[in-house]
Protein backbone atom coordinates (compact mmCIF):
# COMPACT_ATOMS: atom_id res chain seq x y z
CA UNK A 1 0.00 0.00 0.00
CA UNK A 2 1.30 3.77 -0.99
CA UNK A 3 2.00 5.95 1.81
CA UNK A 4 -0.11 9.27 1.85
CA UNK A 5 1.64 12.17 1.77
CA UNK A 6 0.84 15.61 2.85
CA UNK A 7 2.98 18.70 1.62
CA UNK A 8 2.35 21.72 2.72
CA UNK A 9 2.93 24.79 0.02
CA UNK A 10 3.10 27.44 2.02
CA UNK A 11 3.83 29.93 -1.25
CA UNK A 12 5.22 33.30 -0.39
CA UNK A 13 3.63 33.57 3.05
CA UNK A 14 5.57 33.31 6.64
CA UNK A 15 8.76 35.34 7.75
CA UNK A 16 11.41 33.37 8.79
CA UNK A 17 10.24 34.27 12.29
CA UNK A 18 6.62 33.60 11.62
CA UNK A 19 7.76 30.32 9.84
CA UNK A 20 9.70 28.97 12.88
CA UNK A 21 7.10 29.45 15.18
CA UNK A 22 4.51 27.20 12.77
CA UNK A 23 6.82 24.45 12.74
CA UNK A 24 7.28 24.30 16.22
CA UNK A 25 3.43 24.06 16.59
CA UNK A 26 3.59 21.28 13.85
CA UNK A 27 6.36 19.63 15.84
CA UNK A 28 4.38 19.58 18.98
CA UNK A 29 0.88 18.56 17.09
CA UNK A 30 2.30 15.93 14.63
CA UNK A 31 4.87 14.39 16.68
CA UNK A 32 2.97 11.28 17.27
CA UNK A 33 2.24 10.51 13.32
CA UNK A 34 4.35 8.24 11.51
CA UNK A 35 1.67 6.68 9.28
CA UNK A 36 1.38 9.51 7.30
CA UNK A 37 4.54 11.38 5.35
CA UNK A 38 4.50 14.74 6.14
CA UNK A 39 6.14 17.95 4.49
CA UNK A 40 6.30 21.52 4.93
CA UNK A 41 7.82 23.73 1.92
CA UNK A 42 8.27 27.86 3.30
CA UNK A 43 10.12 30.17 0.90
CA UNK A 44 13.55 29.85 0.47
CA UNK A 45 14.68 32.52 3.00
CA UNK A 46 12.94 30.24 5.90
CA UNK A 47 14.58 27.12 4.92
CA UNK A 48 17.53 26.95 6.85
CA UNK A 49 15.66 27.64 9.85
CA UNK A 50 13.01 25.60 9.39
CA UNK A 51 14.98 22.54 8.67
CA UNK A 52 17.26 23.46 11.75
CA UNK A 53 13.82 23.28 13.73
CA UNK A 54 12.90 20.03 12.10
CA UNK A 55 15.92 18.12 11.71
CA UNK A 56 15.26 14.37 13.17
CA UNK A 57 11.49 14.58 13.68
CA UNK A 58 8.63 13.01 11.32
CA UNK A 59 8.46 16.00 9.63
CA UNK A 60 10.31 16.77 5.98
CA UNK A 61 11.27 19.83 4.38
CA UNK A 62 10.90 20.86 0.88
CA UNK A 63 11.50 24.14 -1.19
CA UNK A 64 8.92 25.49 -3.60
CA UNK A 65 11.06 25.88 -6.55
CA UNK A 66 14.42 25.58 -7.82
CA UNK A 67 16.48 25.97 -11.35
CA UNK A 68 17.97 23.13 -13.34
CA UNK A 69 21.78 24.39 -13.45
CA UNK A 70 24.09 23.89 -10.26
CA UNK A 71 25.69 26.99 -10.31
CA UNK A 72 26.31 29.75 -13.04
CA UNK A 73 25.70 33.32 -13.48
CA UNK A 74 21.65 33.13 -12.94
CA UNK A 75 20.61 35.98 -10.82
CA UNK A 76 17.87 35.37 -8.71
CA UNK A 77 17.98 31.96 -9.25
CA UNK A 78 18.15 28.76 -6.91
CA UNK A 79 20.14 24.99 -7.78
CA UNK A 80 19.50 22.25 -6.11
CA UNK A 81 22.93 21.92 -4.32
CA UNK A 82 22.12 25.12 -2.06
CA UNK A 83 18.50 23.71 -1.20
CA UNK A 84 20.33 20.18 -0.78
CA UNK A 85 23.03 21.63 1.57
CA UNK A 86 20.26 22.56 3.75
CA UNK A 87 19.26 19.22 4.58
CA UNK A 88 15.91 19.72 1.97
CA UNK A 89 14.65 16.87 1.17
CA UNK A 90 11.95 17.21 -1.72
CA UNK A 91 11.13 20.03 -4.03
CA UNK A 92 7.88 21.42 -5.89
CA UNK A 93 8.42 21.92 -9.66
CA UNK A 94 6.20 22.80 -12.19
CA UNK A 95 3.36 24.67 -10.28
CA UNK A 96 0.48 26.14 -11.96
CA UNK A 97 1.84 29.63 -10.91
CA UNK A 98 5.30 28.96 -11.77
CA UNK A 99 4.13 28.22 -15.26
CA UNK A 100 1.28 30.51 -15.50
CA UNK A 101 3.16 33.87 -14.10
CA UNK A 102 6.24 32.45 -14.86
CA UNK A 103 6.86 31.13 -18.10
CA UNK A 104 7.35 27.27 -16.96
CA UNK A 105 7.40 24.89 -19.73
CA UNK A 106 7.08 21.33 -19.86
CA UNK A 107 10.38 21.36 -21.29
CA UNK A 108 11.98 23.56 -18.62
CA UNK A 109 10.03 21.24 -15.79
CA UNK A 110 11.91 17.90 -17.20
CA UNK A 111 15.13 19.61 -16.88
CA UNK A 112 14.09 20.71 -13.62
CA UNK A 113 12.92 16.97 -12.21
CA UNK A 114 16.20 15.50 -13.89
CA UNK A 115 18.19 18.04 -11.49
CA UNK A 116 16.62 17.74 -8.51
CA UNK A 117 16.76 13.70 -8.91
CA UNK A 118 20.43 13.93 -9.37
CA UNK A 119 20.70 15.30 -6.50
CA UNK A 120 19.25 13.06 -4.73
CA UNK A 121 15.71 15.10 -4.16
CA UNK A 122 12.46 14.25 -4.16
CA UNK A 123 10.88 16.15 -6.74
CA UNK A 124 6.86 16.69 -6.46
CA UNK A 125 5.83 17.68 -10.17
CA UNK A 126 2.15 19.19 -10.12
CA UNK A 127 -0.05 18.96 -13.34
CA UNK A 128 -3.48 20.28 -13.66
CA UNK A 129 -5.77 21.41 -16.35
CA UNK A 130 -7.40 25.19 -16.19
CA UNK A 131 -11.38 26.15 -15.97
CA UNK A 132 -11.32 26.32 -19.53
CA UNK A 133 -9.99 23.24 -20.59
CA UNK A 134 -12.13 21.60 -18.15
CA UNK A 135 -15.26 22.77 -19.35
CA UNK A 136 -14.23 22.24 -22.82
CA UNK A 137 -13.57 18.32 -22.23
CA UNK A 138 -10.13 18.68 -22.22
CA UNK A 139 -8.51 17.75 -19.11
CA UNK A 140 -7.08 14.14 -20.53
CA UNK A 141 -5.25 15.91 -23.37
CA UNK A 142 -3.79 18.15 -21.24
CA UNK A 143 -2.77 15.80 -18.54
CA UNK A 144 -1.21 13.33 -20.78
CA UNK A 145 0.81 16.33 -23.09
CA UNK A 146 1.70 17.53 -19.44
CA UNK A 147 2.99 14.14 -18.60
CA UNK A 148 4.34 13.32 -22.03
CA UNK A 149 6.74 16.83 -22.22
CA UNK A 150 7.54 16.93 -17.99
CA UNK A 151 8.27 13.03 -17.74
CA UNK A 152 10.25 12.66 -20.75
CA UNK A 153 13.53 10.25 -20.69
CA UNK A 154 12.94 9.40 -17.56
CA UNK A 155 13.82 5.68 -16.31
CA UNK A 156 11.79 3.54 -14.16
CA UNK A 157 13.91 3.88 -11.65
CA UNK A 158 13.89 7.46 -11.54
CA UNK A 159 10.17 7.59 -12.03
CA UNK A 160 9.73 6.01 -8.48
CA UNK A 161 11.49 8.78 -6.59
CA UNK A 162 8.88 11.27 -8.13
CA UNK A 163 5.87 12.35 -6.51
CA UNK A 164 3.18 13.43 -8.84
CA UNK A 165 0.52 16.29 -7.64
CA UNK A 166 -2.57 16.61 -10.15
CA UNK A 167 -3.55 20.38 -9.25
CA UNK A 168 -7.12 21.06 -10.99
CA UNK A 169 -5.99 24.69 -11.38
CA UNK A 170 -9.68 25.91 -11.23
CA UNK A 171 -9.62 24.60 -8.08
CA UNK A 172 -6.57 26.56 -6.31
CA UNK A 173 -7.54 29.14 -3.61
CA UNK A 174 -10.74 29.22 -5.45
CA UNK A 175 -12.90 27.64 -2.42
CA UNK A 176 -13.52 24.97 -5.16
CA UNK A 177 -13.01 21.60 -5.01
CA UNK A 178 -13.11 18.87 -7.30
CA UNK A 179 -15.37 16.25 -6.07
CA UNK A 180 -13.39 13.18 -4.88
CA UNK A 181 -15.15 11.15 -7.74
CA UNK A 182 -13.46 13.60 -10.16
CA UNK A 183 -10.02 13.78 -8.59
CA UNK A 184 -10.37 10.15 -8.63
CA UNK A 185 -11.25 10.12 -12.26
CA UNK A 186 -7.81 12.03 -13.32
CA UNK A 187 -5.53 9.97 -10.82
CA UNK A 188 -6.75 6.93 -12.26
CA UNK A 189 -6.44 8.44 -15.71
CA UNK A 190 -2.32 9.29 -14.38
CA UNK A 191 -1.94 5.95 -12.66
CA UNK A 192 -2.66 4.31 -16.25
CA UNK A 193 -0.31 6.60 -18.19
CA UNK A 194 2.09 5.41 -15.97
CA UNK A 195 1.86 1.61 -16.69
CA UNK A 196 1.37 2.17 -20.69
CA UNK A 197 4.35 3.96 -19.86
CA UNK A 198 6.31 1.77 -17.74
CA UNK A 199 4.74 -0.98 -15.98
CA UNK A 200 1.89 -1.82 -13.50
CA UNK A 201 4.27 -2.84 -10.95
CA UNK A 202 5.97 0.71 -11.37
CA UNK A 203 2.22 2.69 -11.44
CA UNK A 204 1.32 0.75 -8.04
CA UNK A 205 4.44 2.28 -6.48
CA UNK A 206 4.20 5.94 -7.55
CA UNK A 207 2.42 8.11 -5.02
CA UNK A 208 -0.71 10.97 -6.84
CA UNK A 209 -1.22 13.88 -4.41
CA UNK A 210 -4.49 16.19 -4.71
CA UNK A 211 -4.09 19.76 -4.55
CA UNK A 212 -6.86 22.27 -4.89
CA UNK A 213 -8.28 23.97 -1.63
CA UNK A 214 -8.08 21.21 0.28
CA UNK A 215 -9.55 21.59 3.50
CA UNK A 216 -10.05 19.09 6.98
CA UNK A 217 -13.63 18.36 5.93
CA UNK A 218 -13.29 17.17 2.22
CA UNK A 219 -9.46 15.00 3.23
CA UNK A 220 -10.70 11.67 4.62
CA UNK A 221 -13.34 11.52 1.36
CA UNK A 222 -10.44 12.81 -1.05
CA UNK A 223 -7.80 10.13 0.75
CA UNK A 224 -10.35 7.50 0.50
CA UNK A 225 -9.95 7.24 -3.04
CA UNK A 226 -8.16 4.50 -4.78
CA UNK A 227 -5.83 6.14 -6.40
CA UNK A 228 -5.51 9.50 -4.58
CA UNK A 229 -1.97 9.12 -2.29
CA UNK A 230 -2.06 12.33 -0.31
CA UNK A 231 -2.60 16.01 -0.94
CA UNK A 232 -0.36 19.05 -1.82
CA UNK A 233 -1.97 21.79 0.48
CA UNK A 234 -1.97 25.40 -0.21
CA UNK A 235 -4.10 28.04 2.69
CA UNK A 236 -5.04 25.36 4.99
CA UNK A 237 -1.19 24.51 5.57
CA UNK A 238 -0.53 28.22 7.07
CA UNK A 239 -1.93 27.55 10.30
CA UNK A 240 -0.99 24.94 12.51
CA UNK A 241 -4.93 23.66 13.85
CA UNK A 242 -5.93 23.37 9.74
CA UNK A 243 -2.71 21.46 8.43
CA UNK A 244 -2.70 19.41 11.60
CA UNK A 245 -6.89 17.95 10.82
CA UNK A 246 -5.73 17.46 7.54
CA UNK A 247 -2.67 15.22 8.31
CA UNK A 248 -4.91 13.12 11.14
CA UNK A 249 -8.05 13.29 8.83
CA UNK A 250 -5.93 11.05 6.71
CA UNK A 251 -5.70 8.39 9.43
CA UNK A 252 -8.99 7.74 8.90
CA UNK A 253 -8.47 5.82 5.60
CA UNK A 254 -5.75 4.14 6.30
Known amino acids: MRKIIIAGNWKMFKTS??????????????SDVSEVDVVVCPPFTALAEVQDVLLETNIGVGAQNMYWEDSGAFTG????????AIGVQYVIIGHSERRQFFGETDATINKKIKAALKHQLTPIVCIGEVLAEREGGKT????KTQLDGSLVNLTAAEIENIVLAYEPVWAIGTGKTASPAQAQEVHKFIREWLTKKFDAAIANKVRIQYGGSVKPENTAELMGQPDIDGALVGGASLKSDSFTAIVKNCLQVI
Request: net charge negative; charged share 30%.
Open 77 to 84: EVSAPMIK
Open 140 to 143: FDVI
Open 17 to 30: FEAVELVNELKRTL
